[in-house]
Nanobody, 130 residues
């Protein structure tokens, strides 16, 4: 059974930093396409970043230069280092694996396998306050 467990969320002030972790089990981690999504107050599931199986990385424009995704195959863990946090980064952050081959998006729809990844963690809350 594939399991993903996120940790590292919390409450920080504007400009603060957090490092999210996602530890996976039940699948071959090395070379797997992994992703971080978030779901904010608007309840729309938004991709934050992803790593393809060939190592290519993607970040949404709003986090470029502030967030960095990395993975450690030895510990089956993927990380999201977040710096210069802003109030608009407030959301529940989810780790996803098991890429289906295509990604999709729909305003107001919560995160789940329909997005393009079969496996999801339960999420970790990040709150950025003034």
């Amino acid at each position: 059974e594939v399991q993903l467990v996120e940790s590292g969320g919390g409450s920080v002030q504007i400009g603060g930093s957090l490092r999210l972790s996602c530890t996976g089990s039940g699948f071959t981690f090395a070379g797997s396409a992994m992703a971080w999504y978030r779901q904010g107050p608007g309840n729309t599931c938004e991709v934050v970043s992803f790593i393809e199986s060939d190592g290519w990385e993607y970040y949404i424009d709003s986090v470029k230069g502030r967030f960095t995704m990395s993975q450690d195959s030895d510990t089956n863990t993927v990380y999201l280092q977040m710096t210069s946090l802003k109030p608009e980064d407030t959301a529940v952050y989810y780790c996803a694996a098991g890429f289906t081959g295509s990604r999709t998006w729909e305003r107001g729809r919560a995160c789940g396998p329909w997005v393009g990844y079969n496996h999801w963690g339960r999420g970790t809350q990040v709150t950025v306050s003034t």
